[in-house]
Nanobody, 128 residues
Framework: QVQLVESGGGLVQAGGSLRLSCAAS????????MAWFRRAPGKDREFVAV????????YYEESVKGRFTISRDNAKTTVYLQMNSLKPEDTAVYYC?????????????????????WGQGTQVTVSS
């Protein structure tokens, strides 16, 4: 069992930055692929980024490439999402998720059904 708790959300102006954190309980954190998803008002949940267990492989949704960076600290059992050059369309509730699945292609981790555990979410609001 893994519990995930997000923090770091808030209100920021367009062009600003935020750093989200997701603290995980449990001793098997390094076995999980960790991802961030988001849900904007009136829209479906959307994949943002994933980082595999060794921290060396990452994959991003196209609209956040070059602006967002996902990272993890296995010793602290925490995953981060550094968000720069924020845009109003980045406004959403951001969720972290953990997956024990093993895929040959990191692309498959963009699918929400593959995740075993989810956090409660943190609100990010970007004003124009």
């Amino acid at each position: 069992q893994v519990q995930l708790v997000e923090s770091g959300g808030g209100l920021v102006q367009a062009g600003g930055s935020l750093r989200l954190s997701c603290a995980a309980s449990g001793r098997t954190f390094s076995s999980y692929a960790m991802a961030w998803f988001r849900r904007a008002p009136g829209k479906d949940r959307e994949f943002v980024a994933v980082i595999l267990w060794n921290g060396e492989s990452t994959y991003y949704e196209e609209s956040v490439k070059g602006r967002f960076t996902i990272s993890r600290d296995n010793a602290k059992t925490t995953v981060y999402l550094q968000m720069n050059s924020l845009k109003p369309e980045d406004t959403a509730v951001y969720y972290c998720a953990a997956s024990l699945k093993r895929f040959s292609n990191i692309f498959y981790y963009a699918g929400a059904p593959w995740y075993d555990y989810w956090g409660q979410g943190t609100q990010v609001t970007v004003s124009s």
